[in-house]
Structure formats: C-alpha cells, structure tokens
C-alpha cells in the first residue's frame, strides 16, 4: 500500500514539476499550461468529478470575475481621464507625488491594467517631464495600490477563493489595509528617493532606433535593377535599411551595392513619424499601404497581456480586416525584430503604431486586444446619467460591503444587472470581454490544489520543515513569501499564488498556528513583481512605452523590492498574528 501511494505521489509531483517548468520557460501559455495538467490529474483519477465541477463555480472565483466584468464599465467612465489632467506640475516631485497618490488610490478599487492604460496617455502627452521618469512609478503604485483591499489585485481575490474552497471563512473588504497602508508608505518614501535612477529617454513619438517598418517593391517599380545607393535608400532621414527579404531569404546586413529587384521586401528600423517619406519612392509600398492614412491617422497601441492575436502573426489574424487598421510599425525592447511585418508573432507588450481607418474607433474588439496610448480613445462614450450610475454604483458596493450588508459577490451581481438594464454596459460587451481565460485558470488552479492537497505532499514538506529547523515557523512563513515572490517574477502572480497556497496552507497546519499569516505571505508575494518587467501586466504595459532596459527595472526595482519584503515579513505577522 505505501508503494503505491508513494509512487502517485511521485506522479503528482512530477506533474507539478513539470507544469512549473512549462510556466517559467514559457512552453505554453498559462491556460494551456493550466488545463493540460489539471486534464492530467483528472484522466489519472487524482481529481473527482465534483471537485471539478466545484472548483469552476467556487463563490470567491465568481467574485473575480464579477468585479472584472464590473470594471468594464468603469473604464468607461471619464472619471480617470479628467482627473489624469490634474496630475502634471512643473515640479517633477510634486507630480511624481500626484501620480503615485492618486494611481495607489483608485488601484486599490479597480484593475489595475485599466488604471495604468487611463493615465498612460496624459503622462507620454505630457510635454514637461520625460514620459520614462513617470511610467516605471505609476506601474509601481498600482502593484502597490492593489494591495489595499481584497478588490485590489485578482491574487487577493484568488487566496481568498482557496479559502472558500477548504471551507474556511474567506477575507473581508478592508483586511488587508494595514499592511498595504503600510507597504504604500514605506515603498512609496523608497521610490521617491530612487527615482533619481529613473532614465530621462526623450519621449517621443520620434523614437529614433526601435520601430520595425516593412515595405515593398512592386512590380515595374524604377527602383528594380538598381543598387540601395543609387536609389537613395541609405541617406534617409532618420531610416536605416537593415534587412532585405527575398524569395524568403534574408539579406543582412546591406551592402550599399546590393541590387534591388522586382518583389523585394525591404525592412527599415527607425523614426517612425518619417514612414510617410517611403513614399516619395516610385513603386515602394509600405506594409500600411495607404499613404493618406499614414500621413494623418497614426495611432500608437499596446498589445494586451490578454488579447487574443498574441501568439499569432499580423498576417494570421488578417489584421486589417479585423480592426480597419494596418501595422505602420513595431516595436519591441530587448529584442532585435527581423523579417516583414506580417510575418511577426504578436506578444504582450508590444507597440504598434498604426493606420487607421474610419471605422477603427467604432470597433468593438479594440480595448481587448490593445491599451491605446495616443490617437483615438475607444470605448468611452457614456451619457452623463450613465456615468452616473456606474461610479455611483460602484461606491455603493463598496459600501455595502465594507458595513456587511450583502457579500461582495451579491452586490455585484446586482450591480452588474444595473449596469445591464440602463444600458451601461450591453450584454454583447460582456459576452465579448468576459475574462474567459483567468477563470478557467483560476478553475484549474483550484482543482490542482485540490490534488496536491489530497496527495500529502504539503503535508510531508511541512513536517520535514517542523521537525529540522529551529525557529521553524518563522523560517517556513519566510520561505513561503520569498519562494513566492521569485516564482511571481518569471510566471504570472496568479500562478505564483495557485502554486505556493497548497503549501503554505500546508505549513500553517503542520505547526498548528494561524493560517492568515502564512496565506497572506502568498497573497503579497506574489503582489512583489518590481524587478523584471514580465512578471506582472502593467511593468509590460509601461516596458516598451517608457523605453526601458532590464537594467532600467533592476535599479528601481531592487531597492523597492527589499523594502517590500522587508516591511511585509514584518507587518504581516505583527497584523496577523501565528497564534
């Protein structure tokens, strides 16, 4: 009997293993990655049926999504947008006070990415300070922010479903205030003194090195048969002819002396406010290849951590036909783009700038595929009544919640069917944006808890923990947080917090204490995402607008980051005692 329980448990494991793997380097996307396992577990028999079943309805997933599906409406809203015009001094640490104050503030309430996406635009249009010395701080504040409240960050909202799930009585509103106030202050005094490292890149719509533009050479064009430097091609100003595609061949660098043919696609990087002097060239076709659009419609965008074109070529996803826009230029930082424009697969984060037609703006896929940074807003046009109801609304649920008159859940769902009946929000939108993928995820990730939890595995680490450490359970309530705080870095916060809860609930039973501590070191752990741009969506959102390098996020992040862990590894436990 111990010879087959052992040997599932060593099943399990490796399925953790290698889900964990698969996370990290990427082999799959989350979901993907997620349901494979979770479909594993299952066929093997290491998860039943109702648990399944139960794990996709669990009431504090239900609350998740209700309240991104509410947030919908706030973004709506032109609340962020007036309020954002008030945010800019002269005096650079004043409006760096603004920004942060307000962005921890309304980050504690509503999502995180459609706060950062609200005040992108003002700060880039600033004309005063360099956008590079706002952005990585107003990312930072909504990491921070989220941390207020249990509606904060969906991690809060994803411990507390795991709670729920073991039948336990899950967080209140305002529990995790004092130790978010706590962090605001002590990482927001941090950010102020290091913002002395944040880089002065100009902005600018003229950004001279990075975009990727992508034209060709059509048939009887007087360019064929002739070399790059007679036509011209290598005193642009502010273009540099890097590449040559041809017959699928590419040709790099370019020799001045290169003869151009008939059907070449011919790859620029640079400024790309000057695409529009490509077409002073006989026969050469920009990828965007109405001019009249390109002089005068140019709109940059940021493609969505969720958006649906990711993973898939400009060309695959038709994406002229799908948005009324075509692709002037990409650009991606850390990485060196090659190859025509259609052929580039689409990741997070990556700007666009493009042409864009008459009906861009009236599409209803734009705000779930990209945050747009400059040009034409979409989405945002309430009646002064409506705009109304959905803020008003919103308080009121808070209310409502904060004094235990209703759970959170029933109110938003009412919330929701107000929004529904005065036509704030149109059931066509929710079909369209529901967040399909973070609830199977979160699903999944509650049913893996459940294996790993039946499989003693926990358990026997928690013991092993117990029984060999002096001050054990210190050490464990540390081990949890900085264990989650490193996975949360190279994977997303969710997933840091799917995989790390099992086992600090774990610890918490093993040493018979509390487990609000140690499911609290989850929760803010995987909030701790300052030092590589990936690990959590709004650094992505602000990586490629800002600029930035690695070296940009590891000056700020690593002194933010130890005061974080510093100041969480003490108030968490003086708030939330082990015993």
């Not at 002590?186 to 002065?200: H, I, N, Q």
């Not at 100003?237 to 590419?250: A, K, M, P, T, Y």
């Not at 984060?349 to 864009?356: E, Q």
């Amino acid at each position: 009997m111990w010879v087959v329980a052992y040997s599932e448990q060593l099943i399990i494991a490796t399925i953790f293993v290698v889900m964990l793997a698969a996370l990290i380097c990427q082999w799959g996307s989350p979901v993907l990655v997620f349901v494979s396992a979770l479909l594993v577990s299952y066929g093997l028999g290491y998860l039943d049926t109702e648990t399944l079943l139960s794990s996709a309805v669990n009431p504090g997933l239900v609350t998740l999504v209700l309240l991104m599906v509410a947030s919908i409406a706030l973004e709506k809203t032109q609340m962020l947008a007036l309020l954002s015009r008030k945010l800019i001094s002269q005096n650079y640490q004043l409006t760096l006070f603004k920004i942060t104050g307000v962005t921890a503030l309304f980050s504690g309430f509503l999502n995180n990415t459609a706060v950062v996406a609200a005040l992108m635009p003002v700060i880039k249009r600033n004309g005063i300070h360099a956008p590079s010395r706002l952005f990585l701080p107003l990312s930072y504040a909504a990491i921070l922010g989220g941390t207020l409240t249990l509606i904060g960050t969906s991690t809060n909202l994803l411990v507390n479903s795991f709670l729920i799930e073991a039948s336990l009585p899950g967080f209140k509103l305002f529990d995790f205030l004092p130790v978010g106030l706590t962090l605001v202050a002590v990482c927001g005094l941090v950010l102020f003194f290091a913002s002395r490292f944040l880089p002065g890149y100009k902005d600018s719509h003229n950004l001279l090195d990075s975009y990727v533009i992508d034209a060709k050479i059509t048939p009887g064009s007087n360019l064929a048969g002739k070399t790059v430097l007679d036509n011209g091609l290598r005193s642009l100003d502010s273009l540099f002819l890097v590449e040559i595609e041809r017959n699928g061949q590419l040709i790099s660098p370019v020799n001045p002396q290169d003869v151009l043919l008939e059907g070449d696609h011919l790859v620029f990087a640079g400024d790309i406010s000057k695409v529009s002097m490509l077409s002073q060239f006989d026969g050469l076709k920009v990828f965007a290849d109405n001019h009249d659009l390109i002089k005068s419609n140019l709109t940059e965008v940021i493609v969505s951590p969720e958006a649906p074109i990711v993973g898939r070529t400009i060309k695959q996803v038709s994406f002229r036909s799908l948005f009324d826009a075509a692709v002037v230029g990409i650009r991606r930082n850390g990485e060196r783009l090659s190859g025509r424009l259609g052929k580039i697969t689409l990741r997070p984060g990556d700007n666009l700038v493009l042409a864009v037609g008459p009906d861009f703006h009236g599409r209803n896929n734009i705000s779930k595929n990209f945050f747009v940074v400059s040009g034409i807003e979409v989405d945002r046009h309430l009646t002064t009544r409506q705009e109304w109801i959905a803020i008003g609304g919103f308080v009121a649920v808070i209310g409502l919640t904060a004094l235990d008159i209703g759970s959170l859940l029933k109110n938003l769902l009412f919330f929701i069917a107000a929004l529904v009946v005065f036509g704030v929000l149109p059931i066509n939108e929710i079909k369209r944006r529901f967040p399909f993928e973070i609830w199977v995820i979160i699903a999944s990730a509650l049913g893996l808890a459940a294996v790993l939890d039946g499989s003693g595995l926990p358990q026997m680490l928690s013991e092993v923990v117990r029984d060999n450490a002096a001050n054990g359970i210190w050490i464990a309530f540390a081990g949890v947080f900085i264990s989650t705080w490193l996975l949360t870095e190279f994977v997303t916060n969710n997933a840091a917090a799917a995989l790390m809860f099992p086992l600090a609930f774990g610890l918490a039973t093993a040493f018979e204490v509390s487990y609000t501590p140690f499911v609290m070191a989850v929760a803010y752990g995987a909030s701790a995402s300052f030092i590589l741009p990936y690990g959590y969506q709004t650094n992505l959102m602000v990586f490629n607008a800002g600029r930035y390098r690695q070296r940009d996020f590891l000056k700020m992040g690593i002194p933010l980051a130890i005061a974080y862990i510093a100041t969480s590894l003490t108030a968490i436990p003086y708030f939330f005692p082990f015993n």
